[in-house]
């Protein structure tokens, strides 16, 4: 199953754009333009703050993802 991580090698600022392309097996550059065509057609604050968010949420490749332990009764 693929997951969704940021790039380690093919980055700019975070690895996000160079992540999803990685994901969908596109070129990260179209989504870089993309990315920003979208975020100047709204106004640039939503396009930031989901950028923003997706730094913090997704780990960077090759990172371990935190497992959920159960709590013993």
Do not use: H
Request: aromatic share 10%.
């Amino acid at each position: 199953m693929k997951k969704l991580y940021r790039s380690t090698t093919d980055r700019w600022i975070a690895g996000i754009c160079g992540g999803i392309g990685e994901y969908f097996e596109i070129d990260p550059n179209i989504i870089r333009v993309i990315w920003v065509v979208v975020t100047a057609i709204t106004g640039f604050i939503a396009g930031i703050l989901v950028y923003i968010l997706l730094w913090i949420i997704l780990p960077e490749q090759g990172q371990a993802r935190p497992v959920d332990v159960p709590a013993e009764a």
